[in-house]
């Protein structure tokens, strides 16, 4: 289980930014649907595969986060990857996006952390948000969401959201 959850404000992005939409999708789950369990912590803990578009001209890097919004102590990090490169569209199963550097999730690790939510909780959401930076955001190899909000914060140009669900 985790040492330290991490707390993120993602209202304080979407409440500075005016932002275009990205589209983002997965192969394996529908915006809203339930998770294959492959993708869990106590499985096989791969991270899904995602595909996006809409990316605007004048973005420099973007940047992926991955949170539980019904964790317990409240939103909790599953994973985070910046520096992914403006042209790319799409990453696959069990791998970082091209140019991404993973940075520390709410386990404390780098890279992906599946859904591991209390056994017998309803269905956990788990909001993956793509966004599109107006610069480099520089950030040190091993930020953190909140190192990446604060980044962000007055340079986004675009966002996509997909929500995936998982109970054990």
Request: net charge negative; glycine share 10%.
């Given at each position: 289980?985790?040492?330290?959850?991490?707390?993120?404000?993602?209202?304080?992005?979407?409440?500075?930014?005016?932002?275009?939409?990205?589209?983002?999708?997965?192969?394996?789950?529908?915006?809203?649907?339930?998770?294959?369990?492959?993708?869990?912590?106590a499985r096989h803990n791969l991270s899904p595969p995602l595909l996006w578009s809409g990316v605007p001209e004048g973005a420099a890097e973007l940047v992926l986060l991955c949170e539980d919004v019904d964790a317990p102590i409240g939103r909790f990090v599953h994973w985070v990857v910046k520096d992914i490169e403006p042209d790319v569209d799409g990453v696959d199963e069990a791998d970082t996006p091209r140019g991404g550097i993973a940075g520390r999730n709410g386990f404390?690790?780098?890279?992906?952390?599946?859904?591991?939510?209390?056994?017998?909780?309803?269905?956990?959401?788990?909001?993956?948000q793509l966004y599109a930076a107006d610069q480099p955001l520089r950030l040190r190899m091993d930020a953190n969401a909140?190192?990446?909000?604060?980044?962000?914060?007055?340079?986004?140009?675009?966002?996509?959201?997909?929500?995936?669900?998982?109970a054990r």
């Open positions: 289980m985790p040492e330290q959850a991490t707390r993120i404000d993602s209202a304080k992005i979407a409440a500075t930014d005016a932002v275009a939409e990205l589209e983002l999708i997965s192969t394996e789950f529908d915006d809203d649907g339930l998770l294959p369990a492959r993708f869990s912590y404390g690790a780098p890279g992906w952390s599946g859904p591991h939510p209390p056994a017998g909780d309803r269905p956990h959401r788990y909001v993956f909140n190192d990446v909000r604060a980044a962000m914060a007055g340079h986004v140009l675009a966002r996509g959201t997909l929500i995936g669900r998982f």
